[in-house]
């Protein structure tokens, strides 16, 4: 039964979001297909909507299908190339290819180029070891129906027609190699958050920009209470929702501890910052297209991974190298150097200084990237594009990333990668920790939060998610026939075809 919001004091409602970046508009438009009467209300502290990670410039717009980031295929102990996690991002991004198409052919998103482009996914590595590496994987991957149709090369003028920059002026002795997928993507994943916002906007959602939820309390009867601040006048609000997410990407750790749940104790937040060069010169921009990644430094973490990529962004090409990582005590690029030190509670403070005692050659690594020179930044990029001149390129902040801290299964602190979705046992309150894959994924984390928060509704619900996402709860890496149709169809409605 959906609530009524007028009410004395406290604003009801039957969900509340916090932040306006991809997760959260994701979710607010699912919902209003799934449960068009439930009043819903969106509280975001800046003044607009994708404005933080989700915006195109802190983040690389790369649609992750595991095509290209190597850090997905690693070699292990027997020496064998493991396909399980590439195939699992993969299988995620074909949802969210699938949600996408069907938003875009009932109207909810724009014309597809303005948020998604067709771009070839190329893993380019040098000398023997990495090549060898990179012919395993060849190996594993065409294995996959998902991968089944990855190209590769170790001849330098094949690659140079593939991608001109990386063979340009390169020795011709160096041993190279290259793997291409054909069919990846580019996306601006703040177009998609703003056109999403615009929707839910129209939907009647009510939407609230600066407006800061400053804390979160259980009521009396089982309601969330959330405290607001609406930054533009001082005035504080309360409002109340039998359901909270809180997408507040690098907030949602402070949000969570202060709702007090049982399933947040424990976790801390480590903070990694990030840069990335951008060539101002639009003719060396327009002689590159692709995505290109490369393999991480020693002691770099996975998101590091350097890259040389196309990027559309409101219907302009550009190229972008990086990202350089760094630190920061920010857990987001609009957040104060306080948020570190105000994370630490006693129950996260242990497996924090454990993360920090087993990580030394990660904070090592960050250090060096905080103090690295440009003429080093450049050379970095120059491993790529041989030909690159540093005064074509300007070094832009990129956004946040706040990795998870947690307990492993022995208890000790360790750092994770991934994203995390927290939720509490009852399912009236959840949100998202940890950025990678990120946005590409926005829909299946999002699918996955619904299973766990709303199990009574799933049955009923079931027949519009199929009509969302054809292939709603089978894995297509299982069913090359399905994987071809979605693709294809897909292809068509997202314009990724011509
Ligand atoms: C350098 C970098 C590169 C990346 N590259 C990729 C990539 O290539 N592909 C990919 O898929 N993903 C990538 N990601 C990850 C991706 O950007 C994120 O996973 C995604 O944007 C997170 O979306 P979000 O909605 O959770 O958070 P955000 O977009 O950060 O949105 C959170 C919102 O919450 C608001 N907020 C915070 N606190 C409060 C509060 N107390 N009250 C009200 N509002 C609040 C913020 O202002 C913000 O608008 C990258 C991230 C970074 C940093």
């Not at 958050?193 to 939907?203: I, N, Y």
């Not at 929702?241 to 507040?248: E, L, M, N, Q």
């Not at 049982?262 to 976790?267: F, P």
């Not at 690029?333 to 993360?355: A, C, E, I, T, W």
Request: net charge negative; aromatic share 8%.
């Amino acid at each position: 039964m959906s609530e009524s919001a007028a009410t004395s004091s406290t604003q009801r409602y039957d969900v509340i979001l916090i932040g306006a970046g991809i997760m959260s508009t994701t979710l607010g438009a699912i919902l209003k297909e799934l449960q068009p009467e439930w009043n819903i209300a969106l509280f975001e502290k800046l003044d607009g909507a994708g404005k933080e990670s989700s915006d195109p410039w802190n983040n690389a717009g790369t649609g992750h299908t595991a095509y290209c980031e190597l850090n997905y295929t690693p070699r292990g102990s027997d020496g064998s190339i493991s396909t399980a996690k590439a195939s699992g991002i993969a299988e995620q991004f074909h949802v969210s290819r699938q949600l996408w198409a069907h938003w875009v052919d009932d109207g909810v998103l724009g014309s597809p180029r303005t948020f998604i482009n067709a771009l070839p996914h190329i893993s380019f590595v040098w000398g023997q070891k990495n090549a060898q590496y990179l012919r395993d994987r060849y190996e594993a991957m065409r294995a996959e129906p998902l991968f089944a149709h990855i190209e590769h090369s170790e001849d330098l003028t094949e690659i140079g027609q593939w991608a001109p920059l990386l063979a340009q002026g390169r020795d011709p002795q160096q041993q190279v190699a290259a793997s291409r997928f054909q069919d990846g993507t580019d996306v601006d994943f703040g177009a998609i958050t703003r056109q999403l916002a615009g929707h839910l906007d129209a939907e009647g959602v009510d939407f609230r920009y600066q407006h800061e939820v400053t804390g979160l309390s259980r009521g009396s009867d089982g309601r969330w209470e959330v405290k607001v601040k609406d930054t533009s006048t001082g005035q504080k609000v309360t409002a109340s929702a039998r359901f909270v997410f809180t997408g507040a990407g690098g907030g949602a750790l402070g949000l969570l501890q202060s709702s007090g749940i049982e399933e947040i104790k424990g976790i801390g937040g480590f903070p990694v910052s990030g840069q990335f060069l951008r060539c101002t010169n639009p003719q060396t921009a327009a002689e590159h297209h692709a995505k290109v990644y490369g393999l991480a430094s020693v002691g770099a973490p996975p998101m590091s991974v350097p890259h040389l990529d196309t990027r559309f962004v409101e219907g302009r090409r550009s190229l972008m190298f990086g990202p350089y990582a760094g630190f920061s005590t920010n857990f987001l690029k609009s957040g104060s150097y306080l948020d570190l030190p105000l994370s630490v509670r006693p129950h996260n403070l242990l497996p924090m200084m454990q993360v920090g005692l087993d990580n030394t050659s990660l904070v090592t690594y960050l250090m060096k990237e905080v103090t690295k020179s440009q003429k080093k930044k450049i050379a970095a990029l120059q491993d790529f594009y041989p030909q690159a001149s540093g005064s074509e390129w300007e070094l832009i902040t990129a956004g946040q990333r706040v990795q998870v801290m947690k307990k492993d299964a022995k208890g000790r602190g360790v750092l994770q990668f991934g994203t995390e979705l927290v939720s509490s046992a009852d399912g009236t309150i959840a949100g998202l920790l940890g950025a990678s894959p990120g946005a590409s994924t926005a829909p299946s984390i999002m699918f996955r939060l619904l299973e766990r928060c709303f199990p009574a509704q799933m049955d009923a619900w079931r027949p519009k998610l199929e009509a969302m996402v054809p292939s709603y709860g089978r894995l297509l890496n299982e069913d090359p026939a399905l994987l071809d149709e979605v693709a294809a169809t897909t292809a068509k409605s997202l314009q990724l075809d011509s």
